[in-house]
């Protein structure tokens, strides 16, 4: 049964990559997408971790509630 749980995990997370956007952005370079992820890890890690957080959670939150495509969301166009 973890073995289940653990692979739907993994596929949710993998999912959440797509949704992002990151495959096409990155044309599906994974050691550019591992790297975006321990940069955000990293500073998830430094003193201004919970700020990050906060503003993250807030922003993953919307695109959740708004269900808009990874073509739609354009960084600059967005305030945090």
């Not at 044309?27 to 500073?43: K, T």
Request: hydrophobic share 30%; proline share 2%; glycine share 10%.
């Amino acid at each position: 049964m973890k073995r289940r749980e653990r692979t739907r995990q993994l596929i949710e997370l993998g999912g959440l990559i797509a949704k992002a956007g990151l495959v096409t952005l990155t044309d599906d370079n994974r050691a550019v997408i591992f790297g975006l992820l321990l940069e955000s890890a990293g500073r998830l890690r430094g003193e201004n971790g919970d700020s990050y957080l906060k503003i993250w959670k807030r922003r993953g939150q919307r695109e959740f509630n708004t269900e808009s495509s990874p073509e739609d969301w354009r960084p600059n166009e967005r305030s945090a």
